[in-house]
């Protein structure tokens, strides 16, 4: 069963850079699944695709995240990451990480704040 389990920072200072890793467990970010992808939920909103790394490290963004969001992987510690620049409040939302085949970690609040 493969399993999702998201990290970093509950709090973020504006301005600053936002890192979360995804861990993935059970199975391989190489071979399991195609796409790997964050997603947000900011508080009283939908869901929103921030972004996803697919295999070759080819990777695709929301339009309206573009410049300020970066994916990366570790295929050695079978993690991929999540950066967000120059945050602020609206920033501030459950972030989650999934794969194509409808696998999502548990999710991880992140508040922007001063």
């Known amino acids: 069963q493969v399993q999702l389990q998201e990290s970093g920072p509950g709090l973020v200072k504006p301005s600053q850079t936002l890192s979360l890793t995804c861990t993935v467990s059970?199975?391989?970010?190489?071979?399991?699944?195609?796409?790997w992808s964050w997603i947000r939920q900011p508080p009283g909103k939908g869901l929103e695709w921030m972004g996803a790394?697919?295999?070759?490290?080819?990777?695709y963004y929301s339009p309206s995240q573009r410049g300020r969001t970066s994916i990366s992987r570790d295929t050695s510690k079978n993690q991929f990451t999540l950066q967000l620049s120059s945050v602020t409040p609206e920033d501030t939302a459950v972030y989650y990480c999934?794969?194509?085949?409808?696998?999502w970690g548990q999710g991880t609040q992140v508040t922007v704040s001063s």
């Open positions: 999934a794969d194509d085949l409808g696998h």
């Open positions: 059970g199975g391989s970010i190489t071979t399991n699944s195609y796409y």
């Open positions: 790394i697919a295999n070759g490290d080819r990777t």
